[in-house]
C-alpha cells in the first residue's frame, strides 16, 4: 500500500468513474485511498479459479432458489474508507443488479490471490470489506496451493484456514460450502 494521500488530494468515487469511464475497456482498475490503481494482467489459473467460484455459486443458487446473487465483482463501496472502491474478484450480491458500476450490498467478498496481493494489501481489504454493513464473508483463496481463508463477521472477523482438496470454504451466510476441489478444478492444483 502506497503513503496515504491527504484527504484534500484524493480522487473521489465520481472522479474515479470519470477517469475509468474514458478508459479503454479492458484495464482493471481500483480506488484504494484517493488514488487510481491499475491491477496486472491476471493468470489464467487465477481466471480458472475466478470462473470455478462464479460458476459454482451460480449452480448453488439455481438449485436452492436462493435470493442473493454470485457475480464478477463490481466497484464496492466501502464505508470506512470513502476514497476507496476495490473490485473483489468475485462477490455475492444480496440484491439483484441495478446496472451499477457501484455495489452496496455485498454479503459475501472472495479475492482470489496474485502476487500483487501482499500482507499489508489483504489486512487493509479485510478491514474495508469488514465496513460494508451487510457484508458477512471475505474470504482469499490462493493461487498456489489448495488454500482458502475465511473470515466471517458471526466469528468476529478471525481466520479460518481451510487446506486441500478436501476441505470446503463454509459460508454460513449463504447456506454454502465450497469445495476447494471445485474450486481448484482445470488448474495444476486439482
Known amino acids: 500500500m502506497p503513503t496515504k494521500l491527504a484527504e484534500k488530494d484524493q480522487m473521489t468515487i465520481e ?11 479492458g484495464g482493471h482498475w481500483e480506488l484504494i485511498e484517493g488514488v487510481a490503481f491499475m491491477s496486472p494482467s491476471p493468470t489464467d489459473w ?15 443458487k439455481t438449485e436452492t432458489r436462493a435470493s442473493w446473487f454470485p457475480l464478477v465483482g463490481v466497484g464496492t463501496i466501502v464505508p470506512v474508507s470513502p476514497n476507496s472502491l476495490p473490485q473483489p474478484d468475485v462477490m455475492v450480491k444480496e440484491h439483484p443488479g441495478r446496472g451499477s458500476h457501484v455495489s452496496e450490498d455485498a454479503l459475501v467478498v472472495l479475492e482470489i490471490l ?28 490462493s493461487t498456489e496451493r489448495a488454500e482458502a481463508v475465511c473470515y466471517a463477521r458471526a466469528d468476529g472477523w478471525i481466520e479460518h484456514t481451510s487446506r486441500g482438496l478436501r476441505e470446503s470454504i463454509e459460508l454460513a451466510a449463504i ?5 476447494l476441489r471445485d474450486i481448484y478444478r482445470f488448474t495444476p492444483i486439482e
Open 175 to 179: 447456506d454454502a460450502s465450497i469445495p
Open 114 to 141: 496474485s502476487r500483487s496481493n501482499t500482507k499489508t494489501d489483504r489486512a487493509w481489504r479485510r478491514r474495508v470489506y469488514a465496513s460494508i454493513p451487510n457484508c458477512q464473508h471475505y474470504v482469499t483463496i
Open 15 to 25: 472522479e474515479f468513474l470519470a477517469f475509468t469511464g474514458e478508459r479503454p475497456d
Open 46 to 60: 487465477h481466471q480458472f479459479i475466478v470462473t470455478n467460484v462464479v460458476t459454482w455459486l451460480a449452480n448453488r
